[in-house]
């Protein structure tokens, strides 16, 4: 059994399992390379700014500055940040709020860094395998006594009460599925998989045209639907909290667990339904939108908050987003409880930074957010996205889904099975695999 979480001093012990930052009114464009000089001594740990917007005027007021670091730095993603932000701020003419993003791989190393060092920001953003990597280090504000926590749903409050504290709060649910390019399909007769064999058919039928069936990035797209294979029958049981315990600090059950989904994953890439070499260098988010966007691929296995990209993309582009086809009887739904925002327990605003986490989480501000990533709401009711497309995840979602990062899991699982679909796409076998998953597993139990 693991260490149950423990508060002290209003720290939560056991932490839970380019650039864009944002100031005061003004939101005036700036030199990057220029402001990224200027903060360099306070922002240790960070070197790949890019777009920055600051203000100039109306700061003679502000007693309290915060800083918000996090991973979402497009302005795509930015922008409902920035409205919820200005309405803040509105609300709170003493208070300034900037936020920074860079890209997720840089993000996490800056963090850790940050606050390693002592300087880290009062708000940030964590997932489940930096969380695991903070325990015991007492980063992380207890936000149990947010006076939005009763707001939250029941799948979000598994996952942040998984060890008693909660010690961040989500921002959104994201989903991930397999992208259909109805046009290719319907020409050829072929419905949207929702099974295993109806998904190999469908593949099959492109192979046989000398198209490759599926577009893939080399990080969550094999990771994802091998998880969707080998977690499906456990989050389905009726003693489903119990089975999750029992693997939740044990490497060779979690890697035997999943052993399925390798073998699924070593199988589509034997079959040449993904451009393996292709897929080594395709960026999540990025190069895989980009192949995808041409029209010329019918499927695409990425989370379903890129959509809002493809259709700016590829404007007539027919397509929708199902839940995975990865079993006999029928598809299997991914989520993620995300973005989630912590507060620095060491921080000196621990209390505003506080009432800023209370104001990203109020309602309007949690579905304008969610909405605008392609997301399902954390809140009571999971309120799915306006985007057409993702119907078909909303239809799932009711009937239970497989949680990626689950906080219940006390394993670095996320990042390890990235490795391990890498491995899977370099040619490895699925029993190699298997050893490697494990083995990193047991490497993050022995970290903590």
């Not at 005061?24 to 402001?35: E, I, N």
């Not at 929702?194 to 893939?216: D, K, S």
Request: proline share 5%; with cysteine.
């Amino acid at each position: 059994m693991h260490e149950e979480a423990r508060v002290s001093d209003g720290a939560c012990v056991r932490v839970p399992s380019a650039s864009r930052a944002l100031t005061r009114r003004g939101f005036l464009a700036a030199s990057a390379l220029g402001l990224a000089a200027a903060l360099a001594p306070s922002l240790p740990g960070c070197s790949t700014s890019k777009n920055v917007v600051v203000d100039t005027a109306g700061d003679e007021a502000v007693g309290t500055r915060l800083t918000f670091f996090g991973f979402k730095y497009e302005s795509i993603n930015v922008m409902a940040i920035e409205d919820i932000l200005r309405a803040y701020m509105d609300e709170h003419p003493n208070v300034s709020v900037s936020y920074e993003g860079i890209k997720s791989l840089p993000y996490y190393e800056a963090l850790v860094k940050r606050l390693d060092s002592g300087n880290g920001d009062d708000v940030f953003m964590i997932d489940h395998d930096t969380a695991l990597s903070f325990e015991k280090k007492g980063y992380l504000s207890d936000l149990a006594d947010l006076p939005t926590i009763s707001t939250f749903s029941r799948l979000a409050l598994d996952q942040m009460e998984a060890d008693g504290a909660i010690c961040y709060v989500p921002t959104s649910i994201s989903a991930f599925g397999l992208y259909c390019n109805l046009g290719l399909l319907e020409a050829r007769g072929i419905a949207a998989p929702r099974t295993v064999a109806e998904f190999e058919h469908a593949c099959e039928a492109f192979l046989a045209e000398g198209m490759t069936p599926l577009v893939a990035n080399n990080d969550i797209s094999f990771k994802t639907l091998a998880l969707a294979r080998g977690m499906a029958e456990v989050y389905a049981a009726e003693d489903a909290r119990a089975r999750i315990a029992a693997l939740s600090n044990d490497p060779d059950a979690l890697a035997a667990q999943l052993r399925p989904g390798l073998d699924l994953v070593e199988r589509f890439v034997a079959a040449g339904y993904v451009d393996a070499a292709l897929a080594l260098e395709t960026k999540k988010t990025a190069d895989n939108l980009d192949q995808f966007a041409t029209g010329q691929y019918p499927f695409m296995l990425t989370g379903a908050w890129a959509s809002v990209r493809v259709h700016d993309m590829a404007p007539d582009l027919a397509y929708e987003v199902h839940p995975l086809p990865v079993l006999d009887e029928g598809p299997v739904l991914v989520v993620n409880v995300d973005t989630r925002v912590s507060v620095n327990a060491n921080g000196p605003h621990v209390d505003t930074a506080k009432e800023f986490a209370a104001f990203l989480t109020r309602p309007e501000s949690i579905e304008h957010f969610a909405n605008s990533q392609c997301s399902f709401s954390p809140l009571k009711g999971n309120a799915a996205p306006d985007d057409a497309s993702l119907r078909p995840l909303a239809g799932a979602f009711s009937s239970g889904a497989v949680v990626g990062s689950d906080d219940n899991i006390l394993l670095p699982i996320w990042g390890a099975l990235r490795k391990c679909a890498v491995s899977l796409l370099q040619g490895g076998s699925a029993a190699q695999a298997e050893v490697q998953l494990r083995d990193l597993l047991a490497e993050g139990a022995g970290a903590r």
